[in-house]
């Protein structure tokens, strides 16, 4: 992948939801990998998207094993990083765009693999899609990774997204259990679709001593009624309520 490093300042054309010419460019090629940074290690969080497409782009390494993109996932990890960045955490972002041969965060010898792992962090968190089927609206977890306190983190990003949304969070590393935050306010037992347990970023994070977190988002987050590649409504909702949750102590991990 060749390697495109912008500034903060090229991400934007108005108001954090539309992205800008540069970046947008970028962001609809192929085997591209950006580099966005804010501040100096140790970085607060390593926020890491390494299925990127444009929308309408729905399968990535067709040249190898094709799996399913996740179409503008970038749009709500962008956010994050910028208000991150905005209340001066030192934070980073490296997204792989349209991979057709390696899957960027399961192959270790990657460019996007090596990448999110090339500068100290206290944090990797991975941003994904979801399918419109799915029952929850968000799933967090952190794979075969038991060094991430899922939970704590999943009250708090609850308590930020104001029971607009059902979520389910991981609790037991390396299994599927979960609790499901309800919009009602509820809380029940149940499982997750997904919880990475084999993703390798993930259990590479933990060998290293990094905690790590794989956030999943369905298409309301990601995909604008007219299919442009910007920021929805719910993913400017989401990426701010991510954002706070890390920011709501020194330690949350």
């Known amino acids: 992948m060749k390697i495109a490093t912008l500034s903060e300042d090229d991400i934007w054309a108005a108001n954090n939801t539309d992205y800008s010419e540069v970046l947008l460019g970028i962001l609809s090629s192929r085997e591209c990998l950006v ?3 804010h501040g100096q290690p140790k970085y607060r969080v390593v926020i890491g998207v390494p299925h990127q497409t444009a929308i309408g782009e729905e399968f990535i390494c067709e040249k190898n094993t094709r799996r399913r993109s996740d179409e503008n996932a970038v749009s709500y990890a962008l956010v994050t990083f910028s208000h991150l960045a905005e209340n001066d955490i030192p934070c980073r972002i490296v997204i792989a765009t349209h991979a057709e ?3 960027p965060n399961k192959v270790t010898t990657s460019s996007y693999f090596k990448e999110i792992f090339a500068k100290p962090c206290e944090l990797l968190l991975e941003c994904h899609g979801a399918a419109a089927g799915r ?3 968000l ?3 952190a794979g075969s ?3 991430t306190n899922t939970e704590r983190f999943g009250y708090k990003l609850w308590g930020e997204l104001q029971l607009r949304y059902k979520l389910g969070v991981q609790t037991a ?3 599927a259990k979960a609790m499901i935050f309800c ?3 509820t809380k029940i037992e149940g499982s997750l679709e997904n919880p990475a347990i084999h993703t390798d970023s993930l259990i590479a994070a933990g060998t290293n001593g990094i905690p790590a977190l794989h956030l999943e988002a369905k298409p309301v987050f990601r995909k604008p009624a007219d299919n442009m590649d910007r920021v929805t409504e719910d993913g400017c909702i989401l990426g701010l309520a991510i954002a706070r949750a890390i920011m709501k102590d020194s330690q949350p991990w």
């Open 183 to 185: 919009t009602d306010g």
């Open 139 to 141: 799933e967090v977890s």
């Open 35 to 37: 580099v966005i940074e």
């Open 101 to 103: 041969t390696e899957d």
């Open 145 to 147: 990774n038991g060094l």
């Open 173 to 175: 590393a390396g299994k």
């Open 135 to 137: 029952s929850l609206d």
